[in-house]
Every structure is written in C-alpha cells, then in structure tokens.
C-alpha cells in the first residue's frame, strides 16, 4: 500500500464530517442529497482502504454493492425532488413538516 | 307394590307446578286452581295407599343417579320410613286442605296461574325435604323451599313492602343456609357420603368435639328455616304473602323443615349432649321471646306468626330433650290447629274487609258463628285446652324436658311453662279482641266462599283429635306415634305417672291462668294502649332495629369505604394518576416529532456524537 492507512481514514473522516455538516446545516433538499453522497462516498472509502490493508476481496465487494445501492437512492431521491418541486413549489426541506406529531 | 310408585308423591306437585308455570296463563281460571288441588290430593293419596312400604326399615329406592363425581355419588333417591312417611302424609293432607282453601281465597286474583304454580312447587319441594335419602337432595329441596317462600311472600311484589318481605325472608334464611351447607360438607369430608342412614349409621366413628361443631351447624341451618332465635327476624314479616301461603309455609309446613331436620339427623344429633342442650335453650328462649312479642301485637297474623315461633320453641325443647315422637307430635298437632287458625284468620279478614288490626274488629262471634267456632277450636288447642292435641303435645315436650337432668333443662322447663300461660293469655286476647263485644268499625263483609267455610271442620277435627296420634300411656294410650317411629323415636326417659298427672295439672293451670288473666282484662274492649313497654314487645324486641344497627350499619359503612375510600380514591385514583401521567408524557414526546427533516437528521448527528463519544471513553479504558 502506498498510502498508510492512517491517512486514508483521516481523509475519509474528513469527507464523513464535510458532508454531515452539509447536511445538518443546509435546508435545501439537492444539497441535503449532495451531503449524503459525501458520506457515502467517505464510507466507501474507508472499506476500500480497509479491504487493501487486510488483504481481503469482501470490502471491495461491498463497495460495489454500495455504488449500485447509491445509483439507485440517488434516481429515486431525485426523482421525488422533481415530485415534491412540482406539488408545492419549493424544495426547501422545512417547508415539508406535515408529518408533524 | 311397586315402590317406584312411591316418586308419584314427588312428581305429582312438580308436574302440577310446571304446567301451571309454563301454561297456566292459557287455562281457564276455574282449571288452574283445580290442576293444583288434584296434583297434590293424588300425591297425598299416593302417600296414603304406599304406607306399608314405610314398615319396618322403610323403603329405600333410586329413579337416577343425578350426581357422579369420584367417591361422591348422589342420587335422586326416596327414603320411605316411619318418620318421612308420617311427615309426608301431613304435609300432603294439609296443603291438600290450603289448597282447596285458596282456590276459594284467591277467587278474586288475577294472576292466579303464577299463585297456584309456585303454591305446588312449594309442596313439591317440602317434600323433597321430607322424602330425600340424601342429604344434598335434602339440600335441593331446602333451597326450593327458600324460593318459593320468596316468591309467595312477595306475591303482591306491587307493593315494595311485600316485596322487601319477601327478600327478608329469603336473605335471613340464606345465613341459615350457609351453615347447613358447611355442615353438608363436612360431613361428606368425614364419612365420604351423605345418603341419610348412612351418615346416622356412621356417626359414631366422628370424634366427639367435631360432632358438636357439626350438630350446631345444623342447628343454625334449622333456626335459619325455623325462624328461630337468632335468625327469626323474617317470620312476622312474611304475613305479608295471601294467608293461604301464610298457613301453609309458616304455620304447616317450611317453617317446620329445621325440625324435622334435626330430627332426621337425630343419631348425629344425639352424639352431642352439649350441643342437644343449647338446641333446648334455644327452642326455650324462643318460645319465651315470640310468645312475649305475640301478646303485643296488633295484627291477627302476626299474632299467630309470633305463636307459630313460640311453638317452633317448643318443638326444637323437645329434640333437645331427646324425644323425636314428642317433637313430631307436637309438629302434627301444630301442623293442624296452625293451619286452621291461618285458615279461620283469613275467612276474618275477608269479612272485616281485608282489616287487619284486632282493635278494628270485635264481634265477630255474632256476625259468623261458624267462623268463630273453628277459630276457637284452634285457639283452644294453642293455649292448650285439657284433652285437645294441643295439650298432649306440648305436655309430652315439657314432660321430657322435665325428665332430663340437669339445672338447664329444669331452666328450659319453667320457660316453656310460663310460655304455656303466656301463650293462653295471648290466645285469648286475641280471641276477645276479635270475637266479642261489639264490632267497633263500619264493616262491609266480603261473601265467604264455600271453600273457605268447608276446609276448616277437617283440621278443627283433626287438631281436637290430634291427641289421639300419639296418646300417652298415663291417659290410656298406647303412644301410637312412638310406636310407628320406632327405633327413630329418640331416647326417650321413662316418668313416673304420678309425676305425669302432676304436670299435666300444672299446665292444665296454667292454661286457665292465662284464660281467666284475658277474661280479666279483654272481657269488655279495653282500648288502645301505648306504652313503651308495648312498642317494645309490639317490635319484636326491637329485633329489627338491633339487627339494622349490629350488622346492617356497619356493613353499610363497610361497603361506603370500599366504594368511595377504596374503589373511588384509591383504585381509581392511582389508574387515573397513572393515566394521566402517560398522556403528559406521550404529549411531551409527541412535541420532539416536528415533522421536519432537519429535526431528525440533528438527531442523527447527536446520536453518532454520543457513539463516537461512547467508543472514544472505553478505548481510553482499554489503553489505560
């Protein structure tokens, strides 16, 4: 490995932190979106850091299945932005709170 | 002979009961009345022409088997000896008598149907008492009598006082009950039956503490249906059914079930002398108070209620004395003058115009002379007129008393003779009130049907007569009820005659102490008095009142504190806290669920904060 672990996982923490942040803090629902692929991603690649490190397939194998799965949020969350975009005009996530208690 | 024969006695008034239950409203007025009269003259005739099977040992037969459950086997058996045959033939001949008297008396009735249906239910299940060969059987009909004592009491249940009767009777009776019940059980633990000569054979093997315990427990049984102290408190209230159910339950036949319980069960009974003496004290000290109660009051059937109670006393002295012949004596012979004087009391009423209280009638000798003769013929064998039933019987019951050893018995002696003038000074009392003099109200008769007129020379003969039944040895007899019952006659204890003749004179005294002490004072219409001591007795002892503010007060404030102290504070205030308390809680909660997105995704980003810190604290414990 060229790159020792550590760094990687500072990396990949970094990109977890950045796109938390993204998604606490911003109300839009495209940017909320964007946040969680950052996180994703981050994840994706501690377990592809992981699987070089040990040697081992399984982390590989579990990062492709992540990308399928994200393709697949990621038509579905996209396709429900341009619902909701339609339904009410706006796609600023606070907007949608009827689900109130 | 056929012995099945013998459940005809049985059956005969149920099927009577049943059809005038079921379709008596459909019959024409004049059947109902005649379905019950013929169902319970057939059983009596039945009982009649079956006698020779009570012969000897009796008859003992099973129609089904009505319980089967382990070592416990009951069935719906007959026994058919001395003592249930007897008792059989009077309780048949004398409802037959009542009933023919009602369907007189209740001429005017509407709902006759549900009158004459649980008038033979009645019989059918006093004689279920009577006949049963077991004693859940037994048990069956004591129940059965409880209710249909309910049920007539509270006839005219439109009125809520004749209602309230009705439900007295039947709750006071109950606490009897429950001791009998407890008594049955005990038995069936200790012996493994409860088949009636069975028990009596096998009472010898219980020891002698846990059959005294049994035997009271009978005896609360026998009060609680007797109406005797301290369960007597329902008797004068239950006149308020027609007078028919008042002759044949409380004068004929229920109120003499506890009797003849104990009598059934005298073998037990005798095991006991202890318990057999608190049954005489009891019996005395009854006899003493209603005969006190009875001298009191206004109402003529609440005279003879309190004189039924007194005589009751008198039988219960005589199975504590040991003679179950004189016990039964006494119970036939009362049975018949009883009877009558309900009977003649009735026939009164309806020609006062249904008035009750003796200080409105008088004369009524004058306006009825056949009514006045039958009712004297009753009132003499009450008070105990020399040579009449009444006389031998409540003789043979103080003689036997008399016989028995002991300070107490002498006590229960000399109660039952100053009862024997009071009940002479009360009788004719009422018997002055009622009959002579002038009539002292504004009267419109009621015409006496011929039912009620013709039914009563049959048990004014039988009562005068009814020495004759079991005429003592002193007086030329040959004691013919004794020797029918035989070896259930009780012990008795031979006398002397000359101590009988002595007796017998002292009594006789008695009888004309109390007449001459009522001539004396209602010879000519004295009034009506009040006085304090008068309420008292007229009150029963204020019996009622002491009850109300013993156990019927306490019991109020009992049930008020679990109502409100327990139920409404506490049970239903800690459900209501509790309550409460989710609701608050489910509202505060309910507040974090905004419905906003960025709220959760925060509380995604707090909960990772608190697992990142949770990892970080125990790596730092794992390092150090």
Not at chain 2, 36 to 50: G, N
Not at chain 2, 457 to 481: D, R
Not at chain 2, 543 to 550: E, G, P, T
Request: glycine content about 10%; some cysteine.
């Amino acid at each position: 490995m060229i790159v020792p672990l550590s760094h990687l996982l500072i990396v990949a923490g970094i990109m977890f932190i950045m796109g938390l942040a993204c998604t606490l803090a911003r109300r839009n629902l495209i940017m909320i979106l964007i946040g969680v692929e950052v996180m994703i991603n981050a994840v994706g690649l501690t377990l592809v850091g992981g699987s070089a490190f040990w040697q081992q397939i399984d982390g590989q194998l579990v990062v492709v299945l992540l990308m399928a799965l994200t393709s697949a949020e990621v038509s579905i969350s996209l396709a429900m932005v341009v619902y909701l975009q339609r339904r009410k005009g706006t796609i600023e996530a606070d907007r949608y709170s009827e689900m109130k208690g | 002979m056929n012995a099945n024969l013998l459940f005809l006695i049985l059956l005969l008034p149920l099927f009577g009961g049943a059809l005038n239950a079921m379709a008596g409203s459909y019959l024409p007025r004049r059947l109902r009345g005649t379905l019950a009269v013929v169902a319970v003259a057939a059983a009596f005739v039945c009982t009649l022409l079956l006698w020779p099977l009570s012969a000897a040992e009796g008859t003992r037969i099973t129609l089904f088997t009505w319980l089967q459950s382990g070592p416990l086997e009951i069935g719906f058996s007959i026994l058919y000896d001395a003592l249930s045959a007897s008792m059989a033939l009077m309780v048949t001949g004398v409802s037959t008598l009542i009933h023919l008297y009602a369907v007189g008396y209740m001429d005017q009735e509407e709902d006759t149907a549900r009158f004459f249906a649980l008038l033979n239910l009645f019989v059918f299940a006093m004689l279920t008492i009577v006949l049963a060969d077991n004693l859940l059987l037994l048990f069956l009909g004591w129940e059965g009598v409880g209710f249909c004592s309910y049920g007539l009491i509270g006839f005219w249940y439109s009125k809520l006082e004749n209602a309230q009767a009705g439900r007295k009777a039947f709750l006071v009776t109950r606490i009897g009950d429950v001791f009998l019940g407890i008594a049955l059980l005990w038995l069936f633990s200790l012996l493994g039956t409860l088949g009636i000569p069975e028990v009596n054979a096998q009472a010898g093997q219980i020891a002698s503490g846990t059959v005294t315990i049994l035997v009271l427990l009978l005896l609360g049984g026998a009060c609680g249906k007797s109406a005797q102290l301290p369960l007597m408190t329902w008797l004068p209230d239950a006149m308020a059914g027609p007078t028919p159910v008042s002759a044949l339950i409380h004068a004929a036949t229920m109120v003499t079930a506890g009797v003849y319980l104990l009598c059934r069960l005298f073998p037990l009974v005798s095991l006991s002398p202890a318990a057999m003496l608190v049954i005489t004290l009891i019996g005395a000290a009854t006899a003493f108070y209603a005969a006190t109660c009875a001298l009191a009051q206004t109402e003529i059937k609440r005279v003879l209620a309190y004189s039924t109670m007194s005589q009751i006393g008198y039988m219960f002295m005589a199975v504590g004395a040991g003679t179950v012949s004189g016990a039964m004596f006494h119970l036939y012979t009362h049975a018949f003058f009883k009877a009558l004087l309900f009977m003649g009391a009735g026939c009164v009423i309806h020609l006062c115009a249904e008035e009750n209280d003796i200080h409105k009638m008088g004369g009524m000798a004058g306006k009825s002379p056949f009514v006045f003769v039958m009712f004297l013929a009753g009132a003499l064998c009450l008070a105990g007129l020399p040579w009449s039933g009444g006389f031998f019987s409540k003789d043979g019951i103080l003689l036997a008393v008399f016989a028995q050893p002991g300070g107490w018995y002498r006590l229960a002696w000399l109660i039952g003779l100053l009862t024997a003038f009071l009940t002479s000074l009360y009788t004719f009392r009422l018997l002055f009130l009622v009959f002579a003099g002038t009539p002292r109200i504004e009267q419109h008769p009621h015409p006496l049907p011929g039912l009620m007129r013709w039914t009563l020379p049959p048990l004014a003969l039988l009562g005068l007569a009814g020495g004759l039944i079991n005429l003592p040895e002193a007086y030329g007899g040959a004691e013919a009820l004794r020797q029918q019952l035989g070896s259930l006659a009780g012990t008795l204890t031979p006398v002397a005659h000359q101590t009988e003749y002595v007796l017998a004179t002292i009594a006789s005294a008695m009888f004309l102490l109390g007449a001459l002490g009522a001539f004396g004072r209602y010879s000519s219409y004295p009034g009506r008095q009040q006085s304090l001591s008068r309420d008292f007795l007229r009150q029963g002892w204020q019996a009622d009142s002491l009850v109300a503010r013993v156990i019927l007060r306490p019991f109020d404030s009992l049930t008020d504190f679990s109502w409100k102290g327990i139920d409404l504070s506490l049970i239903e205030g800690l459900l209501q806290t509790a309550a409460e308390g989710c609701l608050k809680n489910g509202e505060r909660i309910s507040r974090l669920a905004t419905g906003r997105v960025s709220t959760y995704l925060a509380g995604f980003g707090w909960g990772l904060l608190l697992l990142l810190g949770w990892f970080l604290l125990s790596l730092a414990g794992h390092s150090s």
